[in-house]
């Protein structure tokens, strides 16, 4: 029986269940990172207009040998941008960069400025549905295949669901082991969008604890497979980042399953 890598969006399209995350890689690195990655199984690419490395990856794709139709691009609108005009402007030059016809999943990277991100309360309502009205049209036009949010949180999500016309295929936010925000996860599954994990690996800055090494050893995984494990078991669709071929394999090796108890223990872990 082969194995289903891929999850469905509430718009029937279908989405790798683990892709490669390149926040913090440079064209260059992200060329080769991509090249690599689709050589050892890879479909799904996360990247944004903001990690200034678009244009590698766009090459990276390019330079493969798989078909674009087999490969799941995601970029993000820059957070900067937050009206009609520039959004539908950001759109078409994120496609130029790529030297694509689409791209498959298109997000509002952040409902603030990165600037004003945990210093102003403006959410931005109207900024965001102006982001959101380009991207509904960007998506009739085929321009892109589905469009979601990301760090979005309840009442952001409820601006798009109560005033815009398509529901968020996506919310990607931050999911790992010891960072887990329930009640939006929730929330968001219940209006039919999906959850991508992004940082599940929490940065790197867990895959040397103790706790976490205790599970996995149970397991006989290696830490970071037991953290992306957590999250697809959760649902979410997870992004580890790397440019190491051999953490690139091991990050799509996760063959196992968690039993019930330990998820409930590692939901609960404090660390
Ligand atoms: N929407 C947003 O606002 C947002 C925010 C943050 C991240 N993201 C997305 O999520 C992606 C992932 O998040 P992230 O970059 O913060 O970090 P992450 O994937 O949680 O962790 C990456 C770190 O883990 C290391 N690593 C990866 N696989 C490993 C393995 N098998 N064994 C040991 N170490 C391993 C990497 O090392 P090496 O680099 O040395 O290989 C890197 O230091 C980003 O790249 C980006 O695409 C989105």
């Known amino acids: 029986m082969s194995v289903d890598n891929t999850l469905t969006l509430n ?9 490669l995350g390149t926040w913090l890689m440079n064209n260059d690195e992200v060329k080769r990172a991509v090249q690599q990655a689709v050589k050892i ?23 493969s040998d798989i078909e674009r139709s087999e490969l799941f691009l995601t970029t993000k609108i820059p957070t900067n941008v937050k009206d009609y ?22 997000l509002i990277h952040s409902p603030q400025p990165w600037i004003e991100v945990n210093r102003v309360s403006d959410r931005h309502f109207e900024g965001n549905l102006e982001n959101w009205q380009a991207m509904e049209e960007a998506l009739k036009a085929g321009k892109v295949r589905a469009i979601g949010v990301s ?9 798009i669901l109560k005033n815009g016309e398509i529901i968020p295929a996506v919310n990607q936010i931050e999911v790992n082991v010891g960072h ?21 690996l929490a940065h790197g800055r867990l895959l040397t604890n103790s706790k976490i090494k205790e599970f996995a050893k149970k397991y006989r995984v290696s830490p970071a497979q037991l953290m992306l494990k957590y999250d697809l078991q959760l649902g979410c669709v997870v992004l580890p980042k790397s440019d190491d071929i051999d953490e690139m394999k091991q990050n799509l090796e996760l063959d196992f399953t968690i039993n019930s108890r330990d998820m409930d223990q590692l939901k609960r872990l404090e660390l």
């Open 11 to 19: 718009n029937g399209i279908k989405i790798p269940k683990v892709q």
């Open 180 to 200: 887990t925000p329930w009640d939006l996860m929730k929330y968001c599954q219940s209006q039919r969008m999906l959850i991508e994990a992004y940082s599940p």
């Open 41 to 63: 199984g890879y479909r799904g690419f996360d990247t944004a207009k903001d990690y200034g490395n678009e244009l590698g990856v766009g090459k990276g794709i390019w330079n």
């Open 85 to 106: 005009k520039n959004t539908k402007r950001a759109i078409d030059e994120a496609l130029t960069t790529f030297g694509l016809d689409y791209i498959d999943l298109l």
């Open 151 to 159: 760090n979005f949180l309840k009442e952001d999500v409820d601006n």
